[in-house]
């Protein structure tokens, strides 16, 4: 009794319900909580656990669940493979399912272990430049072409183009509406079309319905993945290739490793999210607003939006010709501005004594 009331007074008193909660009850709690808001991340959410999180955690107290335990099962992922922004994801998830739990009522947690965070090193750095995007589009369908484009452009995300309705496209006002609820953050976006935007989506939507898909094939078919064209098409352009899954050597699409005969592929370079990197580069070097440029991709966070904001080899590059063309100028003004003062002096009348 003495013990009990001292952990009550400390506040280090767990009630035997709490006492019996298992990892698997909160992971319950946590995946109905995604389901009732609607995430759209709830299938990446059901994946880290069933996969990873359940046969690690899943039958463990969760008072067990201790700041060392979690470092073992960072330990393990690491030496599985996993990349440190996976395992970030997968560690937070745990996080958030022991915050639901320490604010249910009654509460199931009642002490928060820590949860560490990695430094994430395989931030993605890919640009798509022009020439690049010029062999990208050469000879493809209408439709891919005008996604790629509107991909550079504004920088938005596949799922919210290839969901997009005729309805949004508005040719009068020359204007494209992202409705609330329809993005990755839930906020409707508007932007105007420029002139190759408003070529390519008047032949998009030429002849359909207000509810009908802006994104067809030849067929009348609704587009709705990318990745086999686009890995085509990349690979065509030599932005992207295939490689043995066995011993990482190209190879041609289809045909087994020359290598080591190996049959399994992975492909390897451009994707389409990177020409969100690429249309943050090119409006910033447009000279808009970083907070317009936010507005218009549909980030939320600056800390986000930086993580997309990375200079390329080009900016740097144009960034020191301009700084040696304002170095010449500078040179040149200083040799003048030091020629006109030895003039001056030159043409200052002599007294005579």
């Known amino acids: 009794m003495k013990v009990r009331l001292s952990e009550i007074t400390t506040g280090t008193f767990i009630g035997p319900q709490a006492e019996k909660i298992k990892v698997a009850e909160l992971a319950e709690d946590f995946l109905r909580e995604y389901r009732i808001n609607e995430r759209k991340s709830?299938?990446?959410?059901?994946?880290?656990?069933?996969?990873?999180?359940?046969?690690?955690?899943?039958?463990?107290?969760?008072?067990?669940?201790?700041?060392?335990?979690?470092?073992?099962?960072?330990?393990?992922?690491q030496h599985e493979g996993a990349k440190n922004a996976t395992i970030n994801r997968e560690v937070a998830a745990l996080k958030r399912m022991f915050r639901l739990g320490q604010q249910s009522t009654p509460a199931k947690v009642l002490r928060m272990p820590h949860f560490p965070h990695l430094r994430e090193n395989n931030v993605r750095k890919g640009f798509l430049e022009d020439s690049q995007y010029r062999k990208l589009v050469e000879g493809q369908e209408l439709w891919f072409r005008t996604i790629v484009e509107c991909g550079r452009t504004y920088g938005w995300r596949i799922s919210e183009l290839l969901s997009m309705k005729v309805k949004q496209v508005d040719l009068m006002q020359r204007v494209?509406?992202?409705?609330?609820?329809?993005?990755?953050?839930?906020?409707?976006?508007?932007?105007?079309?420029?002139?190759?935007?408003?070529?390519?989506?008047?032949?998009?939507?030429?002849?359909?319905?207000?509810?009908?898909a802006v994104f067809t094939r030849p067929n009348g078919i609704p587009v709705r993945t990318l990745r086999d064209a686009w890995e085509?098409?990349?690979?065509?352009?030599?932005?992207?290739?295939?490689?043995?899954?066995?011993?990482?050597?190209?190879?041609?699409?289809?045909?087994?490793?020359?290598?080591c005969s190996g049959k399994r592929t992975k492909y390897t370079g451009l994707i389409f999210h990177d020409l969100r990197r690429t249309a943050a580069r090119n409006l910033r070097r447009a000279g808009i607003s970083e907070t317009v440029i936010m507005k218009i991709g549909g980030w939320r966070?600056?800390?986000?939006?930086?993580?997309?904001?990375?200079?390329?080899?080009?900016?740097?590059?144009?960034a020191m010709q301009k700084l040696q063309i304002n170095q010449q100028e500078s040179q040149i003004s200083h040799e003048i501005g030091h020629a006109a003062q030895a003039d001056q002096i030159d043409a200052t009348p002599k007294s005579v004594n």
């Open 301 to 318: 966070t600056r800390s986000v939006f930086e993580r997309y904001a990375i200079v390329s080899r080009g900016d740097i590059v144009d």
């Open 42 to 77: 709830i299938d990446d959410a059901t994946a880290r656990w069933n996969l990873h999180l359940e046969p690690f955690f899943g039958a463990r107290k969760a008072i067990d669940v201790s700041s060392d335990l979690i470092s073992r099962y960072v330990d393990q992922r």
């Open 176 to 212: 494209i509406r992202l409705d609330p609820g329809t993005t990755k953050n839930n906020d409707g976006r508007e932007v105007f079309m420029t002139d190759a935007l408003y070529l390519l989506l008047g032949a998009c939507v030429e002849g359909k319905g207000a509810e009908d």
């Open 232 to 259: 085509k098409a990349c690979t065509a352009a030599g932005v992207g290739q295939f490689i043995c899954v066995d011993c990482a050597t190209p190879v041609q699409t289809g045909a087994p490793c020359q290598k």
